[in-house]
């Protein structure tokens, strides 16, 4: 079995700094896409990040130039790098792994359970 445990929530003001990490427990031979997504209140789930095995990223428009992505395979852990936050950045952060595999098994996505992110002043 395998599960991604998401920390470094927590309250900022506008304009300052976070870093999230998500961890894969269990046995991991293989993570192929890791990213970052989040729920904004009363709106729907979004894509926030991603990076592929190879290194590749993808941002939301929203956070271009703002967050940055990156893992660290040899810890099964992928990173997200918040600077200059703003009150719409404000949801819960959740962190999916694609194409995992564990022992002899695999899963096609695992989800985190979340991590709130408020940013105000």
Do not use: H
């Not at 079995?1 to 961890?23: A, D, H, K, N, Y």
């Not at 894969?24 to 709106?43: D, E, H, V």
């Not at 926030?48 to 940055?68: I, L, W």
Request: include cysteine.
């Amino acid at each position: 079995q395998v599960q991604l445990v998401e920390s470094g929530g927590g309250l900022v003001q506008p304009g300052g700094s976070l870093r999230l990490s998500c961890t894969a427990s269990g046995t991991i031979f293989g993570l192929n896409t890791m990213g970052w997504y989040r729920q904004p209140p009363g709106k729907e789930r979004e894509l926030v990040a991603a990076v592929t095995s190879r290194g590749s990223t993808n941002y939301a428009d929203s956070v271009k130039g703002r967050f940055t992505i990156s893992r660290d395979d040899a810890k099964s852990t992928v990173y997200l790098q918040m600077n200059s936050l703003k009150p719409e950045d404000t949801a819960v952060y959740y962190c999916k792994a694609e194409d995992v595999v564990v022992g002899s098994v695999r899963y096609i996505a695992v989800w985190g359970r979340g991590t709130l992110v408020t940013v105000s002043s």
